[in-house]
């Protein structure tokens, strides 16, 4: 899920390292449903984590971000360390972001669209987190809640034993994202229904250790950078951000 401009200054600043972008999935293919695109990633991806003994380092930008976190739950892997990059990972909830695919809607009321069995075909509606409508997100939503491990389901303990095989979580954001709405979501933190930001140490899936995001924290394992400056579009093109939040993490 690196794009190939990072796959080339990677391989700029650092020499040596194999990089594979999996290449697929664009323009519109992306609104396919969260689930289908963790399978299609996965399967791409299964015979580089074959060739990987040590482990991989995998890298999601934006909804890629949270279809990797996906893959890491649902899926047997050997991903040593996941960075997300500007990526919505306790969902979106904004207008900037609903223009730029749905220009009709806004975001009080897409909600009546996403939140049904027709509108979770899409992928964006699958992590669409209206904190006014909660109760429809939880009924209708099938994707977020489920890696949230907020649906009580049997694959629960699977998907907390493996996201805890991460040994380091690295989390990139800023303020001036654009896009990511709120941006704090890129760092787990969220609205409450006032639509003030929650950050994630106050979140319930946080306190509550759903998922394992508790237990990674405490054991020193996530690494949270907030950036300012920086555009949704431009994350991946940002040396800045790729020498200073992407880089060391890859020795």
């Not at 306790?90 to 069995?117: C, H, M, N, W």
């Not at 006014?132 to 209708?140: I, P």
């Not at 996530?222 to 579009?233: A, K, L, R, S």
Request: hydrophobic share 35%; with cysteine; glycine share 6%.
């Amino acid at each position: 899920m690196v794009t190939f401009s990072y796959r080339t200054k990677i391989f700029q600043e650092h020499p040596g390292t194999e990089v594979h972008v999996i290449d697929l999935l664009h323009g519109w293919k992306s609104l396919a449903p969260m689930w289908y695109q963790v399978k299609e990633f996965y399967r791409r991806m299964v015979p580089i984590m074959m060739n990987a003994p040590d482990g991989i380092i995998l890298i999601g930008y934006s909804q890629g971000g949270v279809i990797s976190r996906g893959i890491i739950e649902a899926t047997s892997h050997n991903i040593q360390t996941f960075i997300s990059l500007s990526s919505p990972q306790a969902g979106q909830y904004g207008d900037d972001f609903l223009r730029l695919i749905f220009p009709q809607y806004i975001k009080e009321t897409v909600y009546e669209v996403f939140y049904s069995r027709m509108g979770q075909r899409i992928s964006v509606a699958n992590y669409w987190n209206d904190p006014h409508h909660q109760n429809l997100y939880y009924e209708y939503s099938q994707y977020l809640p489920y890696i949230n491990n907020e649906i009580d389901e049997s694959y629960q303990k699977d998907y907390r034993r493996n996201f805890l095989q991460l040994k380091n979580l690295i989390l990139i954001g800023g303020p001036d994202d654009g896009v990511i709405t709120p941006w704090q979501s890129s760092h787990f933190g969220y609205y409450n229904e006032s639509e003030e930001v929650v950050e994630m140490r106050e979140q319930k899936f946080y306190s509550l250790d759903n998922f394992g995001l508790k237990t990674l924290d405490k054991m020193g394992r996530v690494h949270i950078y907030e950036v300012p400056g920086v555009e949704h579009t431009h994350w991946h093109h940002n040396l800045t951000v790729i020498k200073n939040c992407i880089l060391p993490w890859l020795d």
